[in-house]
């Protein structure tokens, strides 16, 4: 379920896995436009669902496709992402004892 106040990185974790599910029940294929969104929607908590209403202006009713509702989304939580705050985290960011070095790539990716 998608929560308010989800990160971009755990969006990009989450859509990953909706992707996945998506393929897995051939969402595309299956189902029309509206099928497509509402049943993305079904995912969203309802504080997430009013955020989407009231700030992005997407509804159930929404004319958009599934991509352009997940661009939209993508594209917000994007914005609410401080940039300097990840150049500073990137910066800072050093490997800590006993730390794989596996482990300390992918952390260094998802910053």
Same mark, same amino acid.
Request: include cysteine; charged fraction near 30%.
């Given at each position: 379920?998608?929560?308010?106040?989800?990160?971009?990185?755990?969006?990009?974790?989450?859509? @990953? !896995?909706?992707?996945? &599910?998506? *393929?897995?029940?051939? +969402?595309? =294929?299956?189902?029309?436009?509206?099928?497509?969104? @509402? !049943?993305?929607?079904? &995912?969203? *908590?309802?504080?997430? +669902?009013? =955020?989407?209403?009231?700030?992005?202006?997407?509804?159930?009713?929404?004319?958009?496709?599934?991509?352009?509702?997940?661009?939209?989304?993508?594209?917000?939580?994007?914005?609410?992402?401080?940039?300097?705050?990840?150049?500073?985290?990137?910066?800072?960011?050093?490997?800590?004892?006993?730390?794989?070095?596996?482990?300390?790539?992918?952390?260094?990716?998802?910053?």
């Amino acid at each position: 379920m998608i929560e308010d106040g989800i990160t971009f990185k755990e969006w990009k974790q989450w859509l @990953a !896995t909706w992707k996945n &599910y998506a *393929k897995v029940t051939e +969402l595309e =294929k299956q189902c029309d436009r509206g099928k497509q969104v @509402a !049943t993305f929607l079904s &995912y969203c *908590k309802r504080e997430f +669902l009013s =955020k989407l209403h009231h700030i992005l202006g997407i509804t159930e009713s929404t004319p958009k496709t599934l991509d352009e509702v997940i661009n939209d989304i993508q594209g917000y939580l994007r914005s609410q992402q401080n940039i300097m705050v990840d150049r500073w985290k990137l910066l800072r960011r050093t490997q800590a004892p006993g730390e794989s070095f596996d482990d300390y790539l992918v952390d260094l990716k998802d910053i």
